[in-house]
């Protein structure tokens, strides 16, 4: 009888402990992907961070390049415009000289023909109207 009660009691003990065995290994399974979870998302975050630390360096380079060439572009068009003006007023300043020896040369000649200066002044406010 007491074999018996003993195998039982061995037999109760072993049960008892696969269950504990079985209800531990439960609860560490479930700890062990918890922690699991918790690294992937703080993996996720860390590369998170890092992926917009990127983009936002990527972003800041591309707007100084963007920067840098459009800075360019408005000093060579600058340069344009500024040579096409000095060209324009040579030119203009050319034709005026030009212009004002032809009203000199025919002042004089009105003068040495004796014609009344009311003329010259006519001529002078009609060159006037024209810009020259």
Known sequence: VSSGINAEYGAAVCIQSTWRMARERAAFVRVCQAVVTIQAGWRMALCVREYR????????????????????????????????????RAYRARRVHQLLEVLNQTRIKLLDEGLPLHLMSQLTENLGKFGY
């Not at 100084?64 to 340069?79: D, L, M």
């Open 53 to 88: 630390e990127k983009q936002s360096s990527a972003v800041q380079i591309q707007a100084a390049w963007r920067g840098y060439r459009a800075a360019k572009e408005f000093r060579r068009t600058r340069e344009g415009v500024v040579r096409i003006q000095s060209l324009w």
